[in-house]
């Protein structure tokens, strides 16, 4: 078993910022805050001055939520999240990689892009073509979709049921991973200006892909990036969530109420991630916070009481039916969650179910109050000593890796974090100082920037022919050139 990362006995806490190309992306009502600057997020300064400050942080990277739909569950309508700016308007994630890419030189990019609208052969160019770019540093957060609203506009009646939406990612996946990894070889271009080449067509094959439900035969146009195939990203604690994760996912997202309920959630994915044949500690597990932190304690709580001035309990609300399923309009505030059927984010109400095991059980009222702050994901309140004290203490007890922190305010509550926080946690050397050199794979889990043996995308890798190509081939392969000349 491979160990936590460390710095002599000190075990490092891991940051990604979490935004999405929008308005209000977890923090309902928040927009309207004098300090916050999410309304400019249709602009490239917004996203590179953004990227300039995480890097100045030694952020892991910036993981860009994306929906293809609206949230419009609550009241049977997507009124209440228009009118709150509820991850509505939204942009393309993908689009914004290339210029935070071009300002910084190790942030990482982790993109969110579903499975069950787009086709894998054009996307796969798309991630190989940002690979390039940043000189490997973009990772795929893999989503399946749980809105019924994409679905319709894609033109069908709601989303596949749960289960069955991972059942066609199983295969998305293993036609990317044969376009990535078995399509080209590492030598297959050459460059050779002598003779005309730039490919030798004998090192780039065909993957013969047919499946249920995609048929490609053909190559691979792009050639292949510093990684390959990009870091994946999967962000799902469901029993099939955590399934497909423990097969593909080199970094898993996941929210959680509490540390018990944490702890139980990171020691069912590493037993996962063993039972599929991979370390324990393969994937980095990083848990959904929001902090709230000014230079001292008092301060930090006026912070907050300035914040819930502008929260919105509609919005929240609206968000909540989105990820549960279930249009919370029809209940009563102080009415309990209870067990309800979800063809939407099935760990939520697993959360909530756990949560009342341990004698806490909540109520639609207290997901809005919860909720209005962070979304999904706690939020924690105090100077920089004191954020510092919980962070650690949140990753000794659950064995989380670290933190993908949402903002109540940015790019403000991320400045906050840069100042007070970060300089505590590394003065006592649980942060890192710098970046490692090489891709983001390797600057995550330090074994090189491709997939690692033992990860199942790495059994697709084309396997070396008993017949290489000889030189002769390729100056057959050069005579129709020559011959133009």
Not at 303 to 320: I, N, V
Not at 324 to 350: C, R
Not at 379 to 408: H, K
Not at 423 to 443: A, C, M, W
Request: proline share 5%.
């Amino acid at each position: 078993m491979t160990s936590p990362d460390t710095t002599g006995s000190q075990r490092q806490i891991r940051f990604n910022a979490f935004d999405m190309n929008c308005v209000a992306h977890q923090s309902s009502g928040l927009w309207r805050h004098p300090d916050d600057r999410s309304d400019t997020y249709n602009t490239l300064e917004y996203w590179t001055e953004l990227a300039k400050l995480l890097e100045k942080g030694t952020f892991d990277g910036i993981f860009i939520a994306d929906v293809l739909g609206t949230y419009d569950v609550y009241g049977s309508s997507n009124e209440a999240a228009i009118r709150n700016g509820a991850q509505v308007p939204v942009n393309d994630p993908l689009l914004l990689v290339s210029a935070m890419a071009l300002v910084t030189e190790h942030l990482g990019f982790g993109v969110t892009a579903g499975t069950a609208y787009e086709h894998p052969y054009p996307f796969a160019r798309r991630l190989t073509t940002l690979d390039h770019l940043t000189k490997g540093r973009v990772g795929w957060n893999v989503v399946t979709g749980y809105l019924p609203s994409a679905a319709r506009n894609m033109g069908h009646d709601d989303q596949l049921e749960h289960d069955d939406r991972y059942d066609h990612a199983d295969e998305y996946l293993e036609v990317l991973y044969k376009l990535w990894e078995g399509s080209w070889e590492d030598d297959a271009v050459v460059k050779d200006r002598e003779r005309g080449i730039f490919t030798d067509p004998a090192k780039v094959h065909e993957i013969g892909h047919q499946g249920k439900h995609f048929t490609v035969p053909g190559i691979h146009i792009s050639e292949p990036s510093p990684q390959r195939t990009p870091v994946i990203y999967q962000a799902g604690a469901s029993s099939r969530g955590i399934g497909f994760a423990a097969g593909n996912a080199e970094a898993i997202f996941v929210a959680a109420p509490s540390k018990e309920v944490l702890r139980g959630t990171v020691s069912k994915i590493r037993d996962a991630l063993e039972a599929a044949g991979r370390d324990r500690y393969s994937a980095k597990i990083y848990t959904l916070l929001t902090v709230i932190t000014d230079a001292t304690a008092d301060k930090a709580q006026a912070k907050l009481e300035d914040y819930l001035q502008y929260t919105s309990a509609e919005g929240a609300l609206t968000f909540m039916s989105g990820w549960m399923g279930v249009d919370l309009s029809q209940y009563e505030l102080d009415e309990p969650v209870g067990n309800v059927k979800s063809n939407a984010i099935q760990s939520v109400l697993t959360n909530l179910q756990a949560e009342k095991d341990l004698g806490r059980e909540w109520t639609v009222g207290d997901l809005a109050r919860q909720g209005a702050i962070g979304g999904l994901g706690p939020f924690i309140v105090g100077s920089g000593e004191q954020i510092a004290d919980e962070l650690q203490s949140w990753v000794d007890e659950t064995d989380v890796d670290g933190f993908n922190l949402a903002y109540a305010i940015t790019p403000g509550t991320f400045e906050d974090i840069v100042e007070h926080v970060i300089p505590i946690l590394r003065e006592r050397g649980v942060y890192p100082t710098e970046y490692q050199p090489g891709t983001l794979r390797q600057k995550l889990h330090g074994r090189g920037d491709r997939l690692p043996d033992e990860h199942k995308g790495a059994s697709f890798r084309h396997r070396a022919s008993d017949a290489p190509t000889s030189d002769g081939d390729l100056d057959a392969a050069a005579e129709p050139v020559a011959a133009q000349a």
